[in-house]
């Protein structure tokens, strides 16, 4: 499953994406959620009825058989570098943090 995740600023949510098939799993702030698209035919969807406190399923689409799903991808506070933190460890945490601020396509 391949995801669009659209970046979303707020340090306050706690979150993660998995993917079993069709299956998109989500849980936000320890509340987990489940978007079944097996047998979903060519096109798009949007407006996902959730118990999620934030919903951040945008849109699934499904072309040729391959299912992309729109998702918000919180981030939070810029990281800063610990005492005890190496150079490098911490310019790779805040290039993942650069990062986490672009839209961008993973796969799950």
């Known amino acids: 499953m ?8 707020n ?3 706690d979150h993660s994406y998995r993917a079993e098939g069709d299956v998109l799993h989500i ?7 489940s978007f079944d698209f097996t047998g979903m035919p060519d096109g798009a969807a949007s ?3 959730s118990d999620l ?10 072309a040729d058989g391959v299912l992309t799903v729109t998702l918000l991808g919180w981030y ?5 570098q610990g005492q005890e933190e ?3 460890d911490f310019q790779e ?7 986490s601020k672009t839209e961008r396509e993973v796969t799950l």
Do not use: W
């Open 76 to 80: 939070g506070y810029a990281p800063e």
């Open 86 to 88: 190496s150079d490098e």
């Open 93 to 99: 945490r805040l290039a993942e943090y650069e990062l």
């Open 27 to 33: 849980t936000v702030n320890g509340v987990e959620d």
């Open 11 to 13: 340090p306050n949510v």
């Open 47 to 49: 407006g996902f009825d």
């Open 2 to 9: 391949k995801a669009i995740l659209t970046p979303q600023n």
């Open 53 to 62: 406190p934030i919903n951040p399923l945008i849109q699934a689409s499904k």
